[in-house]
């Protein structure tokens, strides 16, 4: 999901622990960082990554040359 409100925690814990889902991997928390003891992190069907899903290597390489672009512009502009 895009934002950890977008998903019912409580709900999801239910159908894990349920087994009306068999998994889940999330990214993003209703409450971020998620402590070390929330209920999540003690199902073993589940997938936890700290808030980094957008962070691939192609993501970074964009991010690299934009900062580039944009610090080649500035010079630029102070010629």
Same mark, same amino acid.
């Given at each position: @999901?895009?934002?950890?409100?977008?998903?019912?925690?409580?709900?999801?814990?239910?159908?894990?622990?349920?087994?009306?889902?068999?998994?889940?991997?999330?990214?993003?928390?209703?409450? *971020?960082?998620?402590?070390?003891?929330?209920?999540? @992190?003690?199902?073993?069907?589940?997938?936890?990554?700290?808030?980094?899903?957008?962070? @691939? %290597? %192609?993501?970074? *390489?964009?991010?690299?040359?934009?900062?580039?672009?944009?610090?080649? *512009?500035?010079?630029?502009?102070?010629?």
């Amino acid at each position: @999901t895009s934002r950890g409100a977008v998903v019912d925690t409580k709900a999801l814990i239910k159908a894990l622990n349920e087994g009306w889902i068999a998994g889940a991997g999330l990214d993003v928390y209703e409450e *971020e960082p998620l402590p070390p003891n929330h209920p999540l @992190t003690q199902l073993d069907n589940v997938v936890l990554t700290p808030h980094i899903g957008a962070s @691939t %290597e %192609e993501a970074q *390489e964009r991010a690299g040359i934009d900062a580039v672009k944009k610090i080649l *512009e500035l010079i630029k502009e102070l010629k």
